[in-house]
Structure formats: C-alpha cells, structure tokens
C-alpha cells in the first residue's frame, strides 16, 4: 500500500513537474532567414541565445546583454531589433532576418564593405551590417545625419565608424547606378 | 641569423591540419629581442613558419600570430607571398595553434610585422628559389636563366612557363638551399609589400562565418558563467543556490578556488562560483540568482577618489629619483623668468573588447584541448601546464579570431577557468564573461597622477624640467608589494624623452595597486604622452609661441639616440611627421568661431606619429570635428591596414578622452556596463586623415599602438586652443563636457 502511493506520488510529481515546464517553456518553430527552425526554449530567453545556443546560428554577436551595443542585430518581421532584449515567445510566427540571410541590400552593403576594407576584428560588423540593411530598407538615399542616427546604436571598439559611413553612402551610389 | 630547415611532414599535418601533399618549409629564426611587456617566452625563440603549396597551385601560409582587428593574418601572409612570387588568389591563411615552433606568438606590443616581416620573406624567398631549381632541373637549363613571377617559372631564353602547382614532386626532394643564397627582393620590386591588401578574412566578417572564441560549438558542451568577488581577490564565505538551481537549464553549481599565480609569471584565477548549464543564458540568470557572503578581503578599503588625493599629494612631494637626469632643475628654475606648474590625472580604464573574455576548453584525464580568444597562446599553454600538471605537449590551444583584444585577451584568466570547470564537470564547456564581468574584473590600465615643473627664460626658451609621475604598475600582477613604476613602464616615453633640455629630471613616486593591474593598447605611453604633450603646450603658451613652433625648436637639433634596439630614435623623423601634419592640417589658418585646434606628437613602438586635432566647443561641449594623424612606421607592409589601424587608434583615443574612466569604491568597481562606460559611437566620430610618411627602405616599426596616445593630449590642447581652458584630468564626461 505504502509503495502505491508512493508510486502514486511520484507519478503526480512527475506529472506537475511536467506541465509547469511546459508553461514556463515553448516548443515552437523559429523562422530565421526563410527557414523553419523547431525550437524548444524557456519562454524567458532572449531571442539571442536561442539564435546561437540553440538554433546555432553564430552570426548573431552578444555584446552587451543590455541593448547598448547592437552586436545582436536581428530583423524582426523588417524591424531593426537587438535580438538581446526580446523575448523567444515575442518573436514567434515573425520573420527572423539575421547575418546569415541574404537580401538586396544586404549583398550590396556586403560589396562596399569588402571594397572598403571596413572591418578590422570584424566581430560587431554582423550587427552594423543589419543595422545598415535596415537603414537603407528605410531610406533611400541616407544622409549623414541619418547614417549617423541609424548607427550610433552600434559599437565598434575598433573605430571602423568613417569606413562604415563610407561604405553606406557608396553602397547607396552602387544601388542608384544599377537601377 | 635564420636557418631554414625541412619539417616532417607528418608533424606539419598534425599541426595545421592539412591532408595534402606539398612543399614544407620550416624557418627556425634566432632570438627577437626583448620587449617590455613581461611574456614567459624563453631568451631564444625558435620560429617555425610554413609554407603549404599544393599540386593543384593552392598556398596555405600559416599565420603565427592572433588575428585582433590589425590584419596581421594579412600582411604576414602578403610578406611571404611577395617574395614567393605567388598569384595572391591563390593564397589562403591558416591559424597557427600555440606552440612554441612557431616561435614568440605573443600578439602585443606591435611587434608582430616589426619581428617576422624579414623571417616571412625569406621564407617566401626560399621556396621561390626551390622552384626555380626544380623548374630548371626539369627543363635541363640553367637557374640563372629562369625567373619566377605570378605564380609561374618561366625560361627567359624559350619562354616557356610552368606552373607553381606542377613543380611540387620536383621541389619536395631537393635539399633546402643555405641562408646566404637567399636572395631578397628590392624595395622597387615589390608587389604586395608597401601596397594595399585587403584582409583576407572579409567574406567571413560580412557573413557572419568568422568563427570567435564566444562562437565554437562541440558536441555535448556546456556554458559556464562565474560569479566573481567585487571586490580584486575577494573570496567565496558561503553561498545559496536554491534559487540559481531553479533556472531552467542549469545543471551544477559548485565554488570555484581562487588560482594564485607563482610570483613573477602567469595569471591563475580569480575564482567564485560557477554555473553550469546548457546554455548561456541560463549560465547568466542561475549566475545573478546566486546569493553569496564574500570574504572581501583587504581591498575592500580601495576607494579610486581617496585614491586620486593620495597620488596627487605624492606627485607634489619630492619622489624616488630615476636615471637618467641631467643638469640641475633647481638651479635652472631660480634662474628662470617663469616657471610653470601643472598636474595630470588618467582614471583607470578597461579594454571592454567587443567579444568578452571567454574559452572553450575539454580536459580528459591526460589531455587538454582548449579554443580561446587569445593574444599570447603560449603563455596560456604554458600556465595550463603548470596548474593542470598535464605534460606540456599534450595540451593543445586553438587560436580564434578575437573579437578585439587590446590587450586584454593577453591574458589567460579565463583559459585556466575554463580548463579548472571542464575538469571538474568532466565535459567540454565554454565559460563566457558577462559584459559586467568584462568591465568589473578586469586587468585595468592603471590610474597616473602626475606632476610637472617647468621653467622658461626671457627668450621663451625652456631651462628646465621635472616630472613626478605615479601609477600602479603592471608588475604587481606578477610580483606582489611592487608599488613602484618599474624600468620597463618609464622606458614608455618617460625617460627616453625626445625634447632636448639642458636640466631635466625624472622622479617615481608610490603607488599601490588594489586591483589588478595590465596593459591595455599603448599602455603607459597614454600618460606619458599626455603629460607631456599637455606640458609642452603649457610652456609653449607661457612663451607665447605657436605649438608647433615650439615642439621643432624644443626638439633641438637633428640628433639620433641609439637606444638598446636596434631601432634608434631620430629626431629628425620626428619634427618631419610634425612638420607633415601641420601641413595637411592646414595649421595656422582661420578656424570657425569656437572651434581650435591642438597637437601632440609622440615616439612610441618605435614609431614617429604626430596628431593635431580640431575641436568645436559651444555651450562647454566638445565636438571632436577633425583629427589628422601623420606616421613613420618605415615599411609600411599594409597601407591600407596601416590607415585602418590609425583611425581606429583615433576613435580609441577618443573614447580614453572623452569618456573613460573606470572607478572603486569600497573596493568594487562602480561602472557596469556601455551605459556607464560607454565609448565613441559613429554620432560623435570626426573625419579621420591619416598619412603614412614614405620610409620604404627603414625597418618596419608598430602600427597598433603608436596612433593612441597622441590622441589625448591633441584634444584637450585643442579645447585650449578653442577656450582658453586647460583640462588636466581624464575624462571630459567628468567634466560635463560632453
């Protein structure tokens, strides 16, 4: 008798244990770059982690944790969003942009930063990248003062910012010629 | 003196990983010399740098040194390739691991094209010659009679041509050929040497493939987050973990031992309390849900304010004389029409590289296999060696891309962290430092408080001068109760000062450290420069001189100092960078209303630089709004990587300037994060000019470093020049003049 409920109680612990993960956490599909990705994470993650601890997408860079830095820049349904402070359960169903996608303006900025030599450690240039896809989504033709709004968000400890100014202008010279 | 010599080829493989057959060429290089930043490299290095070209015409060149953001993995590669006449698309570079073949790896002190440019070409210039050796031997001509050039041997007489790729059978059996009949390429010939390469890692940089330590996956890994004492050396008195347990996804808990480094060597660990779990996040939250008791030990009284006083009242008292005075200040300064007083204050400050300090590391029982960030891998090997009692060459390190380094990633810390909770847990993990962690238990550039007596006659000219300067020095992470500047530090630009004065007097003053202390890019040049360059200026505006003017005459006469290195100091070369910045900066000509301009030149890394830079200020806030830097490095391998480096040098100066400063208080340190340490963005960047002085046929001299410490000094020269106002301590914010 003492075994069964034993038993009893194990099961209902198992049990409980069971659904009150389940509500703490989220089976689901990450859509990142075009593809489906199944997902299971604590409701409480920041999209970053998810990107790189589960989904292993190491494009995406954590810098900061706290959103001052933009080395986790991510777009979200087209919307610049530091993948650091959003949650896993805010992004589900969205389209997921990151370094690893492709895009028009995303190629083209790759170009001008190639030509460029803009980076130098090169590991907050995912970000900056993203950053600057999403400025020129937004804008046509930037000016300075927009470069310098859109960007400022973004670090470089190296100093790349002149190359990186540069490189959009050029990136938005290139796209008027090709049209 | 170089001797290159064959390697096994199976030893070759193991250690780049290569399947293929080809071409291996050692090159065992004598002695660099010595530099100033302590490194447990042995007295007698001994280089091994490969060439790997293969039948289908590929070339793989090794690279030795850690790639942090200066292109070295470039313009080493470019050096060897020059002389190898190779066809550059055919170039791919390959990380070395640490190990001592590959001679000093220690990435620091701007040295890596100073001390293996000469090594690499005549690496490159020795497989050239075995090619054109095997190339003859097969048509049955003479060398002579052939030459190398885009990757082919051709016959001059035939001109017949045949390719890199098609000679590697012949080329693998022939007996390397002795030094002495190495023949080097002129200047005049180059190809890639003194041009512009870009990196070659930019299609991993746009793509987000570059692979960092942060980023290395193995199978079964866990993260590991530590929380660390506040307070420098604090340790572990109990802790609660119920609710760090609770996170999902963290796995183990347990205290990690503080370890103590021997005097004199390596970094150890500070120690704290790990979590384990699968994945970062989950490291980071069970981390902040940790409830610990410190033992805060004896820095717990280190207040960095009380500690400013402390330095200040020292530098205004008479300290520990340093060799080197001449003449008599005291007898000069009565003498004088005026003498001119001034004190100088830099906070401590912290690299904050973009990728935090983290490492990946698998310990198995007799073996350890670490991937890691890291400047110096064989320091990192050496001290894993040590605490692990594991032989030495059954450890392996792994070099990532850094993502920045600055001279943080020098040391190993988070190596032996990474090592000491793989062994406990028995699996790989990967330890990542939040960016908290980052700032609030670093190795900090020191704090400096110095002192400056100056006295000029009738005529304006300077009679005399005495500097007391006082910093915790990097030696007392290696040495404990070091509480002086040592040799090593004053050699960076405070005694080998380039002004020729007739009385001049150096003086050290106490300082202790209660935090650990390091290097971070340009290290103690920082303060030298900025309290001589912001002296200088002084004097020049007591004299009612223009700046410049009076940097040239102060400079004397062209004059060469021949130090300990090789590379002695020349005057000369150092008014002519001045004079060519004055120049592109148009010194001297109208400015805006509230704009002015400052300059400050500097010798460092063995390097002449001179910057001048043009403010705005209005409403007491400065717009930083040009900053022309002008450089001799001699052979400028890289001119675009040279450039790239110098405008980053800008913005790190700026940021020192501007905003850096890193404060204790009871023995904690108070910033956090960007928000509270924050750094130069693109709103506040200034059009960069850099100019590269033409010295194609001087040795090549630091690219990294030189371009920061003029920085300072030329910015708050310049908000003189605009206001009228001195400011003598770092940072503006402080200040709220930003």
């Given at each position: 008798?003492?075994?069964?409920?034993?038993e009893?109680?194990?099961?209902?612990?198992?049990?409980?244990?069971?659904?009150?993960?389940k509500?703490?956490?989220?089976?689901?599909?990450?859509?990142?770059?075009?593809?489906?990705?199944?997902?299971?994470?604590?409701?409480?993650m920041p999209?970053?982690?998810?990107?790189?601890?589960?989904?292993?997408?190491?494009?995406?860079?954590?810098?900061?944790?706290?959103?001052?830095?933009?080395?986790?820049?991510?777009?979200?349904?087209?919307?610049?969003?530091?993948?650091?402070?959003?949650?896993v359960?805010?992004?589900?169903?969205?389209?997921?942009?990151?370094?690893?996608?492709?895009s028009?303006n995303?190629?083209?900025?790759?170009?001008?930063?190639?030509?460029?030599?803009?980076?130098?450690?090169?590991?907050?240039?995912?970000?900056?990248?993203?950053?600057?896809?999403?400025?020129?989504?937004?804008?046509?033709?930037?000016?300075?003062?927009?470069?310098?709004?859109?960007?400022?968000?973004?670090?470089?400890?190296?100093?790349?910012?002149?190359?990186?100014?540069k490189?959009?202008?050029?990136?938005?010279a290139?796209?008027?010629?090709?049209? | 003196?170089?001797?290159?010599q064959?390697?096994?080829?199976r030893?070759?493989?193991?250690?780049?990983?290569?399947?293929?057959?080809?071409?291996?060429?050692g090159?065992?290089?004598?002695?660099?010399?010595?530099?100033f930043?302590p490194?447990?490299?042995?007295?007698?290095?001994?280089?091994n740098?490969?060439?790997?070209?293969?039948?289908?015409?590929?070339?793989t060149?090794?690279?030795?040194?850690?790639?942090?953001?200066?292109?070295?993995?470039?313009?080493?590669?470019?050096?060897?390739?020059?002389?190898?006449?190779?066809?550059?698309?055919?170039?791919?570079?390959?990380?070395?691991?640490?190990?001592?073949k590959?001679?000093?790896q220690?990435?620091?002190?701007?040295?890596?094209?100073?001390?293996?440019l000469?090594?690499m070409?005549?690496m490159?210039?020795?497989?050239?010659?075995?090619?054109?050796?095997?190339?003859?031997n097969?048509?049955?001509?003479?060398?002579?009679?052939?030459?190398?050039?885009?990757?082919?041997?051709?016959?001059?007489?035939t001109?017949?041509?045949?390719?890199?790729?098609?000679l590697?059978?012949?080329?693998?059996?022939?007996?390397?050929?002795?030094?002495?009949?190495?023949?080097?390429?002129?200047?005049?010939?180059?190809?890639?040497?003194?041009?512009?390469?870009?990196?070659?890692?930019?299609?991993?940089?746009?793509?987000?493939?570059?692979?960092?330590g942060?980023?290395?996956?193995?199978?079964?890994?866990?993260?590991?987050?530590?929380?660390?004492?506040?307070?420098?050396?604090?340790?572990?008195?109990?802790?609660?973990?119920?609710k760090?347990?609770?996170?999902?996804?963290?796995?183990?808990?347990?205290?990690?031992?503080?370890?103590?480094?021997?005097?004199?060597?390596?970094?150890?660990?500070?120690?704290?309390?790990?979590?384990?779990?699968?994945?970062?996040?989950?490291?980071?939250?069970?981390k902040?849900?940790?409830d610990?008791?410190?033992?805060?030990?004896?820095?717990?009284?280190?207040?960095?304010?009380?500690?400013?006083?402390?330095?200040?009242?020292?530098v205004?008292?008479?300290?520990?004389?340093?060799?080197?005075?001449?003449?008599?200040?005291?007898?000069?300064?009565?003498?004088?029409a005026?003498?001119?007083?001034?004190?100088?204050?830099?906070?401590?400050?912290?690299?904050?590289?973009?990728?935090?300090?983290?490492?990946?590391?698998?310990?198995?029982?007799?073996?350890?296999?670490?991937?890691?960030?890291?400047?110096?891998?064989?320091?990192?090997?050496?001290?894993?060696?040590?605490?692990?009692?594991?032989?030495?060459?059954?450890?392996?390190?792994?070099?990532?891309?850094?993502?920045?380094?600055?001279?943080?990633k020098?040391?190993?810390?988070?190596?032996?962290?990474?090592?000491?909770?793989?062994?406990k847990?028995?699996?790989?993990?990967?330890?990542?430092?939040?960016?908290?962690?980052d700032?609030?238990?670093?190795?900090?550039?020191?704090?400096?408080?110095?002192?400056?007596?100056?006295?000029?006659d009738?005529?304006?000219n300077?009679?005399?001068?005495?500097?007391?300067?006082?910093?915790p020095?990097?030696?007392?992470?290696?040495?404990?109760?070091?509480?002086?500047?040592?040799?090593?530090?004053?050699?960076?630009?405070?005694?080998?000062?380039?002004?020729?004065?007739?009385n001049?007097?150096?003086?050290?003053?106490?300082?202790?450290?209660?935090l650990?202390?390091?290097?971070m890019?340009?290290?103690?040049?920082?303060?030298?420069?900025?309290?001589?360059?912001?002296?200088?200026?002084?004097?020049?505006?007591?004299?009612?001189?223009?700046p410049?003017?009076?940097?040239?005459e102060?400079?004397?006469?062209?004059?060469?100092?021949?130090?300990?290195?090789?590379?002695?100091?020349?005057?000369?070369?150092l008014?002519?960078?001045?004079?060519?910045?004055?120049?592109?900066?148009?010194?001297?000509?109208?400015?805006?209303?509230?704009?002015?301009?400052?300059?400050?030149?500097?010798?460092?890394?063995?390097?002449?630089?001179?910057?001048?830079?043009?403010?705005?200020?209005?409403?007491?806030?400065?717009?930083?709004?040009?900053?022309?830097?002008?450089?001799?490095?001699g052979?400028a391998?890289?001119?675009?990587?040279?450039?790239?480096q110098?405008?980053?040098?800008?913005?790190?100066?700026?940021?020192?300037?501007?905003?850096?400063?890193?404060?204790?208080?009871?023995?904690?340190?108070?910033?956090n994060?960007?928000?509270?340490?924050?750094?130069?963005?693109?709103?506040d960047?200034?059009?960069?000019?850099?100019?590269?002085?033409?010295?194609?046929?001087?040795?090549?001299?630091?690219?990294g470093?030189?371009?920061?410490?003029?920085?300072?000094?030329?910015?708050?020269?310049?908000?003189?020049?605009?206001?009228?106002?001195r400011?003598?301590?770092?940072?503006?914010?402080?200040l709220?003049?930003?």
């Amino acid at each position: 008798m003492r075994k069964l409920y034993r038993e009893l109680f194990l099961e209902i612990s198992i049990y409980l244990y069971l659904v009150v993960s389940k509500l703490l956490k989220v089976k689901t599909n990450l859509s990142i770059n075009g593809k489906s990705y199944p997902i299971q994470a604590p409701k409480k993650m920041p999209l970053l982690w998810a990107i790189r601890d589960i989904v292993g997408l190491t494009g995406t860079k954590f810098g900061c944790g706290v959103g001052q830095c933009g080395a986790c820049s991510v777009l979200i349904n087209g919307n610049l969003t530091k993948s650091c402070s959003i949650l896993v359960a805010d992004v589900i169903e969205k389209e997921i942009f990151t370094i690893e996608g492709t895009s028009e303006n995303l190629e083209i900025l790759r170009q001008t930063w190639s030509d460029g030599n803009v980076p130098q450690c090169g590991y907050c240039q995912s970000g900056q990248l993203i950053a600057a896809t999403s400025l020129l989504d937004a804008i046509e033709k930037p000016t300075d003062k927009d470069i310098d709004d859109a960007m400022s968000a973004n670090l470089c400890r190296c100093g790349t910012y002149t190359r990186i100014k540069k490189a959009i202008h050029k990136a938005v010279a290139l796209k008027n010629e090709t049209v | 003196m170089s001797t290159i010599q064959k390697i096994n080829r199976r030893d070759f493989i193991k250690l780049v990983g290569l399947a293929s057959g080809g071409v291996l060429l050692g090159c065992a290089i004598a002695s660099e010399q010595k530099d100033f930043i302590p490194s447990q490299s042995k007295d007698v290095f001994h280089p091994n740098l490969f060439v790997h070209l293969e039948k289908n015409g590929n070339v793989t060149l090794v690279a030795s040194r850690s790639e942090m953001g200066q292109g070295i993995r470039t313009s080493l590669a470019s050096a060897i390739a020059d002389e190898l006449e190779a066809d550059w698309q055919y170039i791919s570079v390959k990380q070395a691991i640490g190990h001592e073949k590959y001679g000093n790896q220690n990435t620091d002190g701007s040295r890596s094209v100073r001390t293996k440019l000469m090594p690499m070409r005549k690496m490159g210039a020795t497989v050239k010659m075995m090619l054109i050796t095997a190339a003859a031997n097969k048509w049955n001509v003479a060398e002579a009679d052939c030459i190398a050039e885009n990757h082919f041997v051709i016959h001059k007489k035939t001109n017949d041509r045949i390719f890199y790729g098609d000679l590697v059978e012949e080329a693998a059996a022939l007996a390397i050929p002795a030094a002495a009949s190495i023949q080097l390429k002129k200047v005049e010939n180059f190809k890639f040497i003194g041009k512009t390469l870009k990196s070659v890692d930019l299609k991993d940089f746009t793509h987000g493939t570059a692979t960092y330590g942060i980023d290395v996956r193995i199978p079964n890994m866990k993260f590991a987050a530590i929380a660390r004492c506040p307070v420098t050396f604090g340790t572990v008195q109990s802790f609660t973990k119920n609710k760090a347990e609770q996170v999902s996804g963290v796995e183990d808990i347990f205290e990690l031992p503080r370890l103590l480094p021997p005097t004199g060597k390596f970094f150890g660990m500070l120690g704290g309390v790990v979590v384990v779990a699968n994945n970062t996040w989950a490291a980071f939250e069970g981390k902040r849900d940790l409830d610990i008791e410190w033992n805060k030990g004896a820095n717990e009284s280190f207040d960095s304010k009380a500690f400013k006083k402390t330095l200040t009242k020292r530098v205004h008292t008479t300290g520990k004389l340093v060799p080197g005075a001449h003449g008599n200040v005291t007898t000069a300064f009565e003498t004088s029409a005026k003498t001119i007083e001034a004190t100088y204050h830099i906070p401590f400050l912290a690299h904050a590289p973009m990728e935090v300090p983290n490492a990946t590391a698998w310990f198995q029982v007799d073996k350890i296999e670490v991937w890691a960030p890291v400047q110096d891998p064989q320091t990192a090997r050496s001290e894993l060696a040590h605490f692990f009692e594991i032989p030495i060459e059954n450890i392996t390190i792994n070099v990532t891309f850094l993502g920045g380094g600055f001279g943080r990633k020098s040391k190993s810390d988070f190596v032996v962290e990474a090592v000491a909770i793989s062994k406990k847990i028995k699996a790989p993990v990967q330890v990542v430092w939040t960016r908290e962690d980052d700032i609030q238990n670093s190795f900090y550039h020191a704090t400096s408080a110095q002192y400056l007596k100056g006295g000029i006659d009738q005529n304006g000219n300077v009679t005399g001068w005495l500097q007391r300067v006082g910093f915790p020095s990097i030696v007392s992470s290696f040495t404990p109760y070091a509480d002086y500047a040592s040799g090593f530090e004053l050699n960076q630009g405070f005694t080998n000062n380039p002004y020729a004065i007739k009385n001049f007097r150096l003086e050290s003053v106490k300082a202790e450290a209660n935090l650990r202390i390091g290097w971070m890019r340009s290290v103690v040049h920082i303060h030298s420069s900025f309290g001589i360059n912001s002296f200088v200026d002084e004097l020049a505006a007591a004299a009612q001189k223009d700046p410049i003017a009076f940097h040239l005459e102060l400079l004397g006469k062209d004059r060469v100092i021949e130090g300990k290195s090789k590379f002695p100091f020349h005057s000369k070369r150092l008014k002519n960078v001045l004079k060519t910045t004055a120049k592109t900066a148009n010194w001297g000509a109208q400015l805006p209303k509230n704009h002015g301009m400052g300059v400050a030149i500097h010798y460092s890394f063995y390097s002449y630089i001179a910057t001048i830079v043009e403010v705005s200020v209005l409403d007491k806030k400065v717009k930083v709004e040009n900053i022309w830097t002008s450089i001799d490095c001699g052979l400028a391998l890289n001119k675009d990587t040279i450039k790239n480096q110098l405008e980053g040098a800008a913005i790190f100066g700026m940021s020192l300037t501007l905003f850096g400063k890193i404060s204790a208080k009871e023995g904690a340190i108070e910033q956090n994060n960007f928000f509270d340490y924050p750094m130069t963005r693109m709103k506040d960047a200034p059009n960069i000019h850099i100019n590269i002085v033409d010295a194609m046929h001087e040795p090549p001299t630091g690219v990294g470093e030189p371009g920061v410490p003029v920085i300072a000094p030329a910015i708050c020269n310049a908000i003189f020049n605009a206001t009228g106002e001195r400011v003598r301590s770092l940072p503006l914010m402080d200040l709220g003049m930003v």
